[in-house]
C-alpha cells in the first residue's frame, strides 16, 4: 500500500519523487515497528524505525512548509 501510494503522488498527483517520498517514509518507518514488534524481534529493532519516524517526519514538514512559502510568494513549485 505504502508504494501505490508513493506511485499515486508521484505520478498522478505529479509531486517529485523526493516529495512523494518525505510523505511516505514515516508511515514505511512505523510499520517496519509494526512487524518488528509482531514477530518479537527485541526491542531496539522495534524502537530504531520508530525512532528514525521522527526525523522523517519533521523532513515532510519541512518540505510541505517551504512548498508553502513558494506559492505565497506568487512562485509556484514544480
Known sequence: ??????????RRRRWSAAGALAAVLPGAMFVLGLRAALVG????????????AL????W????REQGRGRV???VRSG
Open 1 to 10: 500500500m505504502l508504494a501505490l501510494e508513493f506511485g499515486w503522488l508521484w
Open 41 to 52: 524481534a527485541p526491542w531496539p529493532l522495534i524502537a530504531l524505525p520508530l525512532a528514525g
Open 60 to 63: 515532510d514538514l519541512a518540505r
Open 72 to 74: 505565497a510568494s506568487g
Open 55 to 58: 526525523p522523517a517526519h519533521l
